[in-house]
């Protein structure tokens, strides 16, 4: 299994970042996935998750209505969508097969002006 996850960075409030995660190792569209984050001094939570073609998406309420989860199962990759980004959005960003006890190294999404 290997989840890469990429398109964190720099961000000032208010702006906008593309999360991705290329998946391999298992079959990809037999799996709901998830993405999570973790802040500085804090548990690892859930931030969205989708179904395995995408007809079912669910988000922390920290997150809706600004955040998108969406996947091409072609390209076995998840996507996460950031719009309207705040400072408390800042964290690593992990997706995961909830089904699967791995984790990829993550990446660094950082909101600050």
């Known amino acids: 299994v290997q989840l890469v996850e990429s398109g964190g960075g720099l961000v000032q409030p208010g702006g906008s970042l593309r999360l991705s995660c290329a998946a391999s190792?298992?079959?990809?569209?037999?799996?709901?996935m998830n993405w999570y984050r973790q802040a500085p001094g804090k548990e690892r939570e859930l931030v969205a998750s989708?179904?395995?073609?995408?007809?079912?998406?669910t988000y922390a309420d920290s997150v809706k209505g600004r955040f998108t989860i969406s996947r091409d199962n072609a390209k076995n990759t998840v996507y996460l969508q950031m719009n309207n980004l705040k400072p408390e959005d800042t964290a690593v960003y992990y997706c995961?097969?909830?089904?699967?006890?791995?984790w990829g190294q993550g990446t660094q999404v950082t909101v600050s002006s």
């Open positions: 995961k097969n909830p089904r699967i006890n791995y």
């Open positions: 989708i179904s395995t073609f995408g007809a079912s998406r």
């Open positions: 190792g298992f079959t990809f569209n037999m799996y709901y």
